[in-house]
């Protein structure tokens, strides 16, 4: 199994995690009702050698209690396999991190059941920081994704009732 506990154990994750969950009590910057989908694009290194890769990802997310919660699932495909993963997330509109597993289909090689981990920055146009814990081995992604948002509330319910997006 792999040792994936220790990962968010250094003292700059700890302060990292701090001010993340501490910036979540602003409501002006926290994440909406809403669904979202989108391309992906990484450069995975930290394996053999370095690959690019590319998925599609898909998130909800809505609030418990003023918490923002959100979960994902996607998939990313580089030369030689595919992985298929699911995550739970939280975040504001300009970080959030995510956790979950992930399921790699390798062409070669046996399947890997595994970790994930993301730490991204900006909701529908950003960068993202992944690491992947399975098989033996801790592959890391750096890249980018774009994703477009469909508010999940009514519009009648919506606070923001007359704003014109588009400005014609």
Do not use: C
Request: charged share 25%; no cysteine.
């Amino acid at each position: 199994m792999p040792a994936y506990v220790d990962a968010a154990s250094s003292p700059g994750r700890k302060k990292l995690l701090l001010l993340l969950f501490s910036i979540l009590l602003f409501a002006e910057v926290r994440a909406q009702d809403v669904f979202s989908a989108g391309p992906m694009l990484h450069y995975n290194f930290g394996d053999k050698k370095p690959k690019l890769s590319w998925g599609i990802e898909a998130a909800v997310w809505w609030y418990e209690d003023g918490f923002p919660i959100s979960a994902n699932i996607g998939f990313d495909r580089r030369k030689g396999s595919t992985i298929l993963y699911t995550q739970a997330q939280t975040g504001i509109a300009v970080a959030g991190l995510s956790v979950g597993p992930y399921l790699e289909l390798r062409k070669e090689e046996p399947t890997v059941l595994g970790l994930q981990t993301d730490y991204w920055i900006n909701n529908y146009l950003g960068l993202n920081y992944r690491i992947r814990y399975g098989g033996g081995q801790k592959q890391k992604a750096l890249g980018g994704y774009v994703k477009l948002p469909v508010s999940l509330i009514p519009e009648e319910e919506r606070e923001d009732g007359d704003w014109d997006w588009d400005w014609d």
